[in-house]
């Protein structure tokens, strides 16, 4: 079956600390992969998409880079965190041409 | 690239209360998503919908393509279905990144 693996749930970092998020998907080849947050107070916005090994785009400048170093594996890190980056951060993906997203549970990040 | 409104954006209803949260979208669409969020944070998928209605336990969700429209339906609500919930559709059409309403806070009192 189709799954898709995102953690940690929660993580409390202080500032200036590394971020390494992982998010996993089960079940699929070559699927476009998707990392999102959420601000306090605001929808999901989007930060980096991926429709291939390598290939990252960036929606918005900001202190996070994301990598896919593998075909199902899409990673979200920063070298250092910064207090703005606090909040929830949601991964996801669809096939090529589908419209089907499959969407892991989040994980919230505290900046402390 | 599509806009999506959400209302109302702050919801509390009385257990038992029939209730229903909107959202609007700027932009045709293939389909559309309804989530549900946790107050831990869990994002929960409902729906995916491209037309018509679908049906699942309490809930239903109904889209009207050419109105741009859709609606989530709860009955008989209950204080378990407290969250957030959050429509969401591709930024353009075709298979684009997801745009997010911001989404509706419900609260259903005992």
């Known amino acids: 079956s189709q799954t898709i693996h995102q953690w940690p749930a929660t993580l409390v970092q202080p500032v200036g600390s590394p971020l390494s998020l992982e998010c996993t998907v089960e079940?699929?080849?070559?699927?476009?992969l998707y990392w999102y947050r959420q601000a306090a107070g605001r929808g999901l916005q989007l930060l980096f998409y991926?429709?291939?090994?390598?290939?990252i785009s960036s929606e918005v400048p900001q202190n996070l880079s994301a990598s896919r170093p593998q075909d199902r594996q899409f990673i979200l890190s920063s070298k250092k965190l910064l207090l703005s980056d606090s909040g929830f951060y949601l991964c996801?993906?669809?096939?090529?041409?589908?419209?089907?997203?499959?969407f892991g549970s989040g994980t919230r990040l505290t900046v402390v | 690239k599509n806009e999506v409104e959400q209302s109302p954006q702050n919801l509390t209803a009385q257990e038992g209360e029939f209730i229903t949260i909107n959202c609007s979208y700027s932009?045709?669409?293939?389909?559309l998503h309804w989530l549900q969020q946790h107050p831990g944070g869990g994002i929960v998928s409902l729906f995916m919908?491209?037309?018509g209605k679908k049906k699942h336990g309490r809930l239903i969700a109904t889209i009207n393509i050419q109105e741009k429209h859709s609606s989530l339906h709860i009955t008989a609500s209950h204080p378990r279905d407290s969250a957030v919930y959050i429509c969401?559709?591709?930024?353009?059409?075709?298979?684009?990144?997801?745009?997010f309403g911001k989404g509706t806070r419900l609260s259903v009192i005992a």
């Open positions: 932009v045709g669409i293939s389909a």
């Open positions: 996801a993906w669809v096939l090529t041409g589908g419209y089907g997203y499959t």
């Open positions: 079940g699929t080849s070559n699927p476009n």
């Open positions: 991926s429709v291939g090994i390598g290939q």
């Open positions: 969401a559709v591709p930024s353009n059409s075709g298979n684009t990144p997801l745009v």
């Open positions: 919908l491209s037309s």
